[in-house]
T-cell receptor, first 116, second 111 residues
Framework: GAVVSQHPSRVICKSGTSVKIECRSL??????MFWYRQFPKQSLMLMAT?????????EQGVEKDKFLINHASLTLSTLTVTSAHPEDSSFYIC????????????FGDGTRLSIL | DAKTTQPPSMDCAEGRAANLPCNHS???????VYWYRQIHSQGPQYIIH???NNETNEMASLIITEDRKSSTLILPHATLRDTAVYYC????????????FGAGTQVVVTP
C-alpha cells in the first residue's frame, strides 16, 4: 500500500525554537498534502492543505505565519512551527493523496512535539 | 460535507466479527463514505471507502444501505491489534480531498 513517511517522530525543544517536520510520500506522487494537529484525547483537526508548487490553504483559526508550509516537490512537504511555545505542543500528522478526487489519503505516523 | 454519527465506544470479543455502525443521514449523491482507524499514538490508517455499492478488501467490508443514510464497517475476525479509534467520514469527490474527522468509535477487542 501507499507509504507516507514523517520525520522526526518526536521532538523536545525549548520555547522559542523553530521546528521543522518533514512529510514524504515514498511510493507515489502526492499532488496534495495535508497537515493535521491532534491534542490529547481529541480528534484530528485539519490545519492546512498544500498543493505542489503553490501556497498552502489554511483552515480558519490557523496562523499561517506561525505554521509555515512548503510543498516544493511531489514527494515532500514540510511544516515549520516558528517560535514554538508550550501551547504548540501537540501531535502533528501529515497525509498525502495522489489526487484530490476519490483516492484516499494516506497518513504518516505523526510527530510528537513537546515544547518546554 | 455531511456529518456522521458513530457510537463513542464498542467492545468486541477476539475472533468474532465487529460491526461498526455509522449514520450519515444528510449525505448527498456525490459524497463517498470513508473509514479510517487510528491506533494509539499513530497516524490514521485507511481501511475502505465506497459510494453506494458494498465494498470488500483484505481488511474489512463496507455495507452501505440502499438509501445511503447509514453504513456498517465489518471486521470479519477481530484481533487484539484491531483495538483502535474508527472514524467514518463522508466527503465530496473533488473537494481537494479534505477529511473532517469526528470523534469516532473507540473499539476495544478483548481476549
Amino acid at each position: 500500500g501507499a507509504v507516507v513517511s514523517q520525520h522526526p517522530s518526536r521532538v523536545i525543544c525549548k520555547s522559542g525554537t523553530s521546528v521543522k517536520i518533514e512529510c514524504r510520500s515514498l511510493d507515489f506522487q502526492a499532488t496534495t498534502m495535508f497537515w493535521y494537529r491532534q491534542f490529547p484525547k481529541q480528534s484530528l483537526m485539519l490545519m492546512a492543505t498544500s498543493n505542489e508548487g503553490s501556497k498552502a490553504t489554511y483552515e480558519q483559526g490557523v496562523e499561517k505565519d506561525k505554521f509555515l508550509i512548503n510543498h516544493a516537490s511531489l514527494t515532500l512537504s514540510t511544516l515549520t512551527v516558528t517560535s514554538a511555545h508550550p501551547e504548540d505542543s501537540s501531535f502533528y500528522i501529515c497525509s498525502a493523496s495522489a489526487d484530490r478526487d476519490v483516492q484516499p489519503q494516506h497518513f504518516g505516523d505523526g510527530t510528537r512535539l513537546s515544547i518546554l | 460535507d455531511a456529518k456522521t454519527t458513530q457510537p463513542p465506544s464498542m467492545d468486541c470479543a477476539e475472533g468474532r466479527a465487529a460491526n461498526l455502525p455509522c449514520n450519515h443521514s444528510t449525505i448527498s449523491g456525490n459524497e463517498y463514505v470513508y473509514w479510517y482507524r487510528q491506533i494509539h499514538s499513530q497516524g490514521p490508517q485507511y481501511i475502505i471507502h465506497g459510494l453506494k455499492n458494498n465494498e470488500t478488501n483484505e481488511m474489512a467490508s463496507l455495507i452501505i444501505t440502499e438509501d445511503r443514510k447509514s453504513s456498517t464497517l465489518i471486521l470479519p475476525h477481530a484481533t487484539l491489534r484491531d483495538t483502535a479509534v474508527y472514524y467514518c467520514i463522508v466527503r465530496v469527490a473533488d473537494s481537494w480531498g479534505k477529511l473532517q474527522f469526528g470523534a469516532g468509535t473507540q473499539v476495544v477487542v478483548t481476549p
